[in-house]
T-cell receptor
Framework: EAGVAQSPRYKIIEKRQSVAFWCNPI?????LYWYQQILGQGPKLLIQ????????DSQLPKDRFSAERLKGVDSTLKIQPAKLEDSAVYLC????????????????FGAGSRLTVL | AQSVAQPEDQVNVAEGNPLTVKCTYS??????LFWYVQYPNRGLQFLLK??????LVKGSYGFEAEFNKSQTSFHLKKPSALVSDSALYFC???????????FGTGTRLKVLA
């Protein structure tokens, strides 16, 4: 089966510019996650979708970050305006929900999008 | 509060020797525990998980992990390390009734030939 696709793989922008990342999950996976991984740290969950709906966005900096999931499939994560501290790898993951308990789902990750903010 | 700790930034082991990568956790309710591995310039890959049942779980590439409820630990182990096991390893925890994954800071495993 095809994996989780992300683009672009690399992006360099100046602070205060905007950037968008795209993710296409594995076909049939209802849940989609965006994580931010700063160098030397573990992935931090930014937002989680189940189909079209947002189930958790408690750590998403909503003043500058936004995300949407179109028709319950593809997703876009946008940053506007970018700050230096947004330099990180943005990981998209998806999971096939097998019913309760939902916390037991295994995540499949994409290769990530590396953002450098100058 | 839900949390996971990986106390070692790096673990060095000689090829052929056993390896252990440590993980401790804190979560309300029953824990769901996971190990993921990250190779350079690649996304995280699932290794194994503990949901319920036998405390010793086996996963991909000969790895296994032992769930210890009293010590709130879920250490990753392998009887004989390979150079190709060198990578970044992440422990993650979720909990019954929740879907939110919390990842540890990662442990870099270096297997020396």
């Amino acid at each position: 089966e095809a994996g989780v696709a992300q683009s672009p793989r690399y992006k360099i922008i100046e602070k205060r510019q905007s950037v968008a990342f795209w993710c296409n999950p594995i076909s049939g996976h209802a849940t989609l996650y965006w994580y931010q991984q700063i160098l030397g740290q573990g992935p931090k969950l930014l937002i989680q979708f189940q189909n079209n709906g947002v189930v958790d966005d408690s750590q998403l900096p909503k003043d500058r970050f936004s995300a949407e999931r179109l028709k319950g499939v593809d997703s876009t994560l946008k940053i506007q305006p970018a700050k230096l501290e947004d330099s990180a790898v943005y990981l998209c993951a998806s999971s096939l929900d097998l019913g309760r308990p939902s916390g037991a789902n295994v995540l499949t990750f994409g290769a990530g999008s590396r953002l450098t903010v100058l | 509060a839900q949390s996971v700790a990986q106390p070692e930034d790096q673990v060095n082991v000689a090829e052929g020797n056993p390896l252990t990568v440590k993980c401790t956790y804190s979560v309300s309710g029953n824990p769901y525990l996971f190990w993921y591995v990250q190779y350079p310039n690649r996304g995280l890959q699932f290794l194994l998980k503990y949901i319920t049942g036998d405390n010793l779980v086996k996963g991909s590439y000969g790895f296994e992990a032992e769930f210890n409820k009293s010590q709130t630990s879920f250490h990753l182990k392998k009887p004989s390390a390979l150079v190709s096991d060198s990578a970044l390893y992440f422990c993650a925890v979720s909990g019954s009734g929740t879907y939110k994954y919390i990842f540890g800071t990662g442990t870099r495993l270096k297997v020396l030939a």
